[in-house]
């Protein structure tokens, strides 16, 4: 199985700082890697595939990299709306697995 | 607009069964391959298992292998998770999802899930 390991697990930040958030797969995945936004109490809702490519609707503040093993989820300019858990989720081969979650929240 | 709509969840006894299912709107749901995912209170997402469009092809991850089925039923626009010989383990919030598009492995749509809960 391919495991999926995020970093930091919680960072604290201000509304108008740039957020970086790392994904890093046990093997290589290629592109195969997507990104979630979950608030508490909703389901997640998908904000990249394909590792870079934004999904209709989702805010250009948020931009994602990489391929291969490693990933990168930037929030440019944080809103209040984006305070929420981040996941990653490779899409490569079954049994698809899911980063463990970054929490971001107010300083 | 897409809707799922999950239904089933309850309180089950440890080796019981139960059904989930999913019913799917504002879209031609015979043309995605559609996923189980859950969440442990308080934990993160685990994928369960996802079925191709035409039901010929089914995955389950290792954890519910055995147990669990998944099934759809096209003329319904419904998603279905058979769940048997259920353990402490399963207690979750269920969520069925919609491929992003043909072989994507990605959800672009979620319903807001059913909870189940293992206990005695």
């Known amino acids: 199985d391919i495991q999926m390991t995020q970093s930091p697990s919680s960072v604290s930040a201000s509304v108008g700082d740039r957020v970086t958030i790392t994904c890093q797969a046990s093997?290589?995945?290629?592109?195969?890697l997507a990104w979630y936004q979950q608030i508490p109490g909703k389901a997640p809702k998908l904000l990249i595939y394909g590792a870079s490519t934004l999904q209709s609707g989702v805010p250009s503040r948020f931009s994602g990299s990489g391929s291969g093993t490693d990933f990168t989820l930037t929030i440019s300019s944080l809103q209040p709306g984006d305070f929420a858990t981040y996941l990653c989720?490779?899409?490569?081969?079954?049994?698809?697995?899911f980063g463990g979650g970054t929490k971001v929240d107010i300083k | 607009e897409v809707q799922l709509v999950e239904s089933g969840g309850g309180l089950v006894q440890p080796g019981g069964s139960l059904r989930l299912s999913c019913a799917a709107s504002?879209?031609?749901?015979?043309?995605?391959?559609m996923t189980w995912v859950r969440q442990a209170p308080g934990k993160g997402l685990e994928w369960v298992s996802t079925?191709?469009?035409?039901?010929?092809?089914?995955y389950y991850a290792d954890s519910v292998k055995g147990r669990f089925t998944i099934s759809r039923d096209n003329s319904k626009n419904t998603l279905y998770l058979q769940m048997n010989s259920l353990r402490a383990e399963d207690t979750a919030l269920y969520y069925c999802a919609k491929y992003y598009s043909l072989g994507s492995r990605c959800f672009d749509y979620w319903g807001q899930g059913t909870l189940v809960t293992v206990s005695s």
């Open positions: 093997q290589g995945i290629a592109s195969s």
């Open positions: 989720q490779q899409s490569n081969s079954f049994p698809l697995t």
């Open positions: 504002g879209f031609t749901f015979t043309n995605y391959a």
């Open positions: 079925i191709g469009i035409s039901s010929a092809t089914t």
